[in-house]
């Protein structure tokens, strides 16, 4: 599993995120706790002077917060005007391998006019971000069952690597799920039905995931997000990788991953196309060795 855990704690609480992070540490490995507020960009290891309401909330929250993660947890604080930003700063000076945080919990015009924490860590972050739905505190599980979402893109390629290993670590089923659709423009009245074609794109898509061996395929016709959305019910983890659209894409489009952090109904572990190579390196190499060994 990951070896360097940056958890982002907010005023919520960070119920959610660090008992995902739990779920998915290494023994023995480093869970850092993180909060960012509003000011200037200073990093603190250690509560600084109280000398604001801000930093007296933020000591508070952490405090709470070490007390749920255990004494073996380390504080980062950080002010910055984007929580993102600095959970990404932090992040790069713990030299994390992987972010957590929890879900949004605003709604449609909150995320509009407030911003969207959860967003903001998904874009542009150095590490993997994994996002733990509301609640997850409440019901916490062992990672049983993993699914990877999945179109043949070399991300996805990527998130199948990362989501094997990951499998074999705990000892979880792997599963990878595509969603296909067809634009209206592609259908040629006259050559094949609707339903024809619908039923060609669901049988190649099962057939790539089949292709990869050791994972169980599933594919179905339908709004990718909405159908891995279904699909998460019956997860433990879902892995995907995120091409991104660019800063203006995201805005008026959104991706795929920012869309599923705020409906996936079980962790979302996101493999940022900023993160390096290096950020899941050791998850990965870790299970070759293990297969070299057998």
């Given at each position: 599993m990951?070896?360097?855990?940056?958890?982002?704690?907010?005023?919520?609480?960070?119920?959610?995120?660090?008992?995902?992070?739990?779920?998915?540490?290494?023994?023995?490995?480093?869970?850092?706790?993180?909060?960012?507020?509003?000011?200037?960009?200073?990093?603190?290891?250690?509560?600084?002077?109280?000398?604001?309401?801000?930093?007296?909330?933020?000591?508070?929250?952490l405090e709470k917060a070490l007390e749920e993660a255990g004494s073996d947890a380390r504080i980062r604080w950080r002010e910055d005007g984007s929580a993102g930003r600095g959970l990404h700063e932090l992040c790069e000076i713990a030299e994390a391998d992987l972010l957590v945080v929890g879900s949004s919990r605003r709604g449609l015009w909150g995320?509009?006019?407030?911003?969207?924490?959860?967003?903001?860590?998904?874009?542009?972050?150095?590490?993997?971000?994994?996002?733990?739905?509301?609640?997850?505190?409440?019901?916490?599980?062992?990672?049983?069952e993993i699914g990877v979402a999945y179109n043949g893109s070399p991300e996805s390629d990527h998130a199948i690597t990362v989501a094997r290993a990951l499998a074999e670590e705990c000892g979880a089923k792997l599963s990878a799920f595509e969603?296909?659709?067809?634009?209206?423009l592609g259908i040629v009245p006259g050559r094949m039905s609707v339903a024809e074609a619908f039923d060609g794109l669901v049988r190649n898509a099962r057939a790539r995931?089949?292709?990869?061996?050791?994972?169980?395929p599933h594919a179905v016709y339908g709004n990718p997000v909405e159908e891995l959305a279904v699909y998460s019910a019956s997860l433990d983890l879902l892995v995907v990788g995120s091409r991104g659209y660019g800063p203006l894409g995201r805005l008026v489009h959104g991706s795929t991953s920012q869309q599923l952090a705020r409906v996936a109904r079980c962790?979302?572990?996101?493999?940022?196309?900023?993160?390096?190579?290096?950020?899941?390196?050791?998850?990965v190499a870790a299970h070759e060795e293990r297969r070299e060994q057998t």
């Open positions: 990951f070896r360097n855990v940056v958890v982002g704690v907010d005023r919520h609480g960070g119920h959610d995120p660090i008992t995902l992070a739990k779920r998915l540490l290494a023994q023995g490995s480093a869970l850092t706790l993180a909060h960012v507020f509003p000011g200037t960009a200073q990093i603190w290891q250690r509560p600084p002077s109280l000398e604001s309401p801000e930093r007296r909330e933020a000591a508070d929250m995320r509009v006019l407030l911003g969207d924490d959860t967003h903001a860590a998904l874009n542009g972050a150095p590490c993997p971000v994994a996002v733990a739905p509301i609640g997850y505190a409440e019901q916490p599980v062992a990672i049983r969603a296909v659709s067809l634009p209206a995931i089949e292709a990869l061996g050791d994972v169980e962790p979302l572990l996101v493999l940022t196309r900023t993160a390096p190579a290096s950020a899941t390196g050791e998850v």
